[in-house]
């Protein structure tokens, strides 16, 4: 079961000069910033009610998000929805013919599973599915 809109990721060339419009133009808190260099990214992140806002920068122009940003620019890169069950939303999505970039969920280290299903099967959106770990 989808239970909210975890994030919306953008991709941007620059952090700081994203920061300049969503930060000090449109007033949002920034939470938290991280260095991510198992993913290649820095990434700020500002929420917005019970979502948040990624911002994304890809730390190297070789990476799978450089390469995306030097083909397609910046802007929205993915959708980020929140699921009770990944397995179980993964096996559902595969009995209706949906393609999936990983059949079995990557695990952040503190312990949120995750997965992309490929924009093809999305309608031309990348859309990554979120299982938050058991509090």
């Not at 911002?55 to 998000?65: Q, R």
């Not at 969920?105 to 938050?132: D, N, Q």
């Amino acid at each position: 079961m989808v239970n909210r809109i975890n994030h919306v990721a953008i991709l941007v060339k620059d952090l700081e000069s994203a920061l300049s419009f969503w930060r000090d133009a449109l007033g949002l808190p920034v939470e938290r910033t991280e260095e991510n260099p198992g993913e290649n990214v820095n990434i700020a992140f500002l929420p917005v009610g019970e979502s948040e806002i990624e911002l994304l920068e890809p730390i190297e122009l070789d990476s799978t998000l450089g390469k995306h940003l030097a083909k397609r620019g910046a802007g929205i890169h993915h959708v980020c929805v929140e699921v009770d069950d990944i397995d179980a939303t993964i096996e559902r999505l595969k009995a209706h013919g949906v393609t999936l970039i990983n059949d079995e969920p990557k695990v952040r280290e503190e312990g949120t599973r995750y997965a992309f299903i490929h924009p093809r099967s999305a309608l031309g959106v990348l859309v990554e599915l979120y299982e938050l770990p058991s509090a």
